[in-house]
């Protein structure tokens, strides 16, 4: 099993900026690719963006050139920094794990709300 706490949501001002962080625990070394996805209200769970174990990241069109994900494999962590945040961005951020490649997110954590104020 592996347990995955998010941090780092809050409100913020359209135009400004968050860094949400993603903390693993338990079986975490069988981790191999690391991803956040959101979901707002009466919204499907969107995968926003994902990194694999080289670090190598991909993004959704909605994100790209402003959300930025990262990972520390030292510290079993992953980043999602989000610049020019608006509106449309404010839902409930959740940090994903996967542990076959290309196989989608095995584990989810349990959120983190971001709110973007007009």
């Known amino acids: 099993q592996v347990r995955l706490v998010e941090s780092g949501g809050g409100l913020v001002q359209a135009g400004g900026s968050l860094r949400l962080s993603c903390a693993a625990s338990g079986n975490f070394f069988r981790i191999n690719e690391m991803g956040w996805a959101r979901q707002g209200p009466g919204k499907q769970r969107e995968l926003v963006a994902w990194?694999?174990?080289?670090?190598?990241?991909t993004y959704a069109d909605s994100v790209k050139g402003r959300f930025t994900i990262s990972r520390d494999n030292t510290k079993a962590m992953s980043f999602l920094e989000m610049n020019a945040l608006k509106p449309e961005d404010t839902s409930t951020y959740y940090c994903?794990?996967?542990?076959?490649?290309?196989?989608?997110?095995?584990?989810w954590g349990n959120g983190t709300l971001v709110t973007v104020s007009s």
């Open positions: 990194i694999t174990s080289g670090g190598v990241p």
């Open positions: 994903g794990a996967g542990i076959t490649p290309r196989a989608g997110m095995d584990y």
